[in-house]
């Protein structure tokens, strides 16, 4: 089994910064992707941010230019910087990851609890 611990939410202005973490623990032979999703009230769940195994990574429209995705493998954590936070930014952020807990086993995604991203003034 696989643990995601997201943390960094919180409440902050416009224009502002945040820095989320996301922490991958428990039985993990090699993770293969880290991202961030994100779900506003009412709207479904879309992906924010991805950092693959190969160092690639992907954005949202919404946020190129303003997130940094970036991933520490010593640490099995990825982060998500967040500059120039906008209202419509407002969110709870989800990690998930695809693991493979031994080298036989098959790929597996994991998800976080989320944490509550608010920008407002």
């Known amino acids: 089994q696989v643990q995601l611990a997201e943390s960094g939410g919180g409440l902050v202005q416009p224009g502002g910064s945040l820095r989320l973490s996301c922490a991958a623990s428990?039985?993990?032979?090699?993770?293969?992707?880290m991202n961030w999703h994100r779900q506003a009230p009412g709207n479904p769940r879309e992906l924010v941010a991805t950092?693959?195994?190969?160092?690639?990574?992907t954005y949202v429209e919404s946020v190129k230019g303003r997130f940094t995705i970036s991933r520490d493998n010593a640490k099995n954590t990825v982060y998500l910087q967040m500059d120039n936070l906008k209202p419509e930014d407002t969110a709870v952020y989800y990690c998930n990851a695809g693991v493979k807990s031994t080298r036989l086993d098959p790929l597996r995604s994991y998800w976080g609890q989320g944490t509550q991203v608010t920008v407002s003034s």
């Open positions: 428990g039985s993990i032979f090699s993770i293969y992707y």
């Open positions: 950092f693959t195994s190969g160092g690639y990574t």
